[in-house]
Structure formats: structure tokens, C-alpha cells
């Protein structure tokens, strides 16, 4: 099955600096990237997601880019803001179960 | 508004006994999902369905049991065979899997914080 592997676990960055969380994957088949944005307290929600046709989306300030031949995909947050600050997830669709697999987050710190 | 509903918030148990987490959306998503939460480890899944009366297992399913007897309704019990239950739970939905050339987003709930004491 997937695997999904997450990397910085946590990663502390300056008001308005960008921040870059990487994801890395095992089924070269698996066709769909999200990722998610877990407040404290809450349940995580989706904030952008990518499918294996696609190199690269943007949405404001977040994107994120595919590599499907090293199999790894990334989260870019530009002019980041103390709102920002949660933890957030990957995942990859895993084709054998069609579920998601998901990595073990990344707690991002905006400080002011 | 659509949602999904999880209850209770905060729900302390005793050693031995089983406990019983609700989750209900009004979203009209076919599937449903549980998922486990501890920190540094992700969400894992526990259970999953993906039509009423149907339900398959996730990864972590040991200790865990389910229902699916309304589209709405997904609880997940907490038995005492659970040896490690204090975590954090999540039920998600989505829509019908639409297979490889579709996408499941999920809609998570709050979640529930269950601590055995």
C-alpha cells in the first residue's frame, strides 16, 4: 500500500517569510495530493489539492508542485501571517483501497 | 449549513469499558470514515464506508467496531479490547468514490478527545 512521508515536523518561521513543507510517496499510481490545514481544537480542512495531470496550482498565497518522477510533492506558503500557524497535513490517494494515505503532519509557527 | 457533527467533545472513560462516539453529516456524502490521531503519527484509519450497511476495515481496526445502518450515521465504538484507546478521533465523509480519475475530499468533523483514566 501508500506511504506517505512528511517532512520538516515542525517549522518555525517569521511573519511574512514563506514556508515549504515536503511530501514524499511510494505508489507511483496514486493520482490525487491534498493537503490540510488543522487548527487546534478542530478537525483539518482541505486548503488545496493537486491531481497527477497537474505540475502546479496556486491559490493566493498558498501552491503546491508534483514531481511524479521522484514522487514528491510540496506546500508553498508565501507572505506568511500568525494566522497561518497550525498543523498541516499531506496525502495521497491510494490506489489499491482508493483511500487516503496521509503523512505525519507539520506544525507550522508564524511569530510576529 | 452541511457539516459533519461529532460527540461528544471531550469523553473520559474508565479501563474496561466500551464507549460509543457519534458522528452524523448532512452533507448527503456516501462514504464515511474514522480516523485515529496521536501526536507525531498522522491520522490513521480505522474504519471506513463507503454505502449504508457496508463497511470495511482500515489499518488500525483492532479493538474497534462500527455500524453504517443510516447514510448519516457512522458511530464507532471504543471496546475494552482497545489497549491504547486515549487519543483523538475524526470522522470524515466524502462523496461517492468516483474511482481513479476522481477524488475523494474528505470533510472532517471537530473530533472527539477520548481519555481513559
Known amino acids: 500500500g501508500e506511504n506517505v512521508e512528511q517532512h520538516p515536523s515542525t517549522l518555525s518561521v517569521q511573519e511574512g517569510d514563506s514556508a515549504v513543507i515536503k511530501c514524499t510517496y511510494s505508489?507511483?499510481?496514486?493520482?490525487?495530493f491534498p493537503w490540510y490545514k488543522q487548527e487546534l481544537g478542530k478537525g483539518p480542512q482541505l486548503i488545496i489539492d493537486?491531481?497527477?495531470?497537474?505540475g502546479e496550482k496556486k491559490d493566493q498565497r498558498i501552491a503546491v508542485t508534483l514531481n511524479k518522477t521522484a514522487k514528491h510533492f510540496s506546500l508553498h506558503i508565501t507572505e506568511t501571517q500568525p494566522e497561518d500557524s497550525a498543523v498541516y497535513f499531506c496525502?495521497?490517494?491510494?490506489?489499491?483501497?482508493?483511500?487516503?494515505?496521509f503523512g505525519t503532519g507539520t506544525r507550522l509557527l508564524v511569530s510576529p | 449549513d452541511g457539516g459533519i457533527t461529532q460527540s461528544p467533545k471531550y469523553l473520559f472513560r474508565k479501563e474496561g469499558q466500551n464507549v460509543t462516539l457519534s458522528c452524523e453529516q448532512n452533507?448527503?456524502?456516501?462514504?464515511m470514515y474514522w480516523y485515529r490521531q496521536d501526536p507525531g503519527q498522522g491520522l490513521r484509519l480505522i474504519y471506513y464506508?463507503?454505502?449504508?450497511?457496508?463497511?470495511q476495515k482500515g489499518d488500525i481496526a483492532e479493538g474497534y467496531s462500527v455500524s453504517r445502518e443510516k447514510k448519516e450515521s457512522f458511530p464507532l465504538t471504543v471496546t475494552s479490547a482497545q489497549k491504547n484507546p486515549t487519543a483523538f478521533y475524526l470522522c470524515?465523509?466524502?462523496?461517492?468514490?468516483?474511482?481513479?480519475?476522481?477524488?475523494?475530499?474528505?470533510?472532517f468533523g471537530a473530533g472527539s478527545r477520548l481519555t481513559v483514566l
Open positions: 505508489d507511483s499510481a496514486s493520482n490525487y
Open positions: 464506508s463507503q454505502i449504508v450497511n457496508d463497511f
Open positions: 452533507l448527503n456524502h456516501d462514504a
Open positions: 496525502a495521497a490517494r491510494d490506489t489499491g483501497f482508493q483511500k487516503l494515505v
Open positions: 470524515a465523509s466524502s462523496p461517492r468514490d468516483r474511482g481513479l480519475s476522481g477524488a475523494n475530499v474528505l470533510t
Open positions: 493537486i491531481r497527477s495531470n497537474v
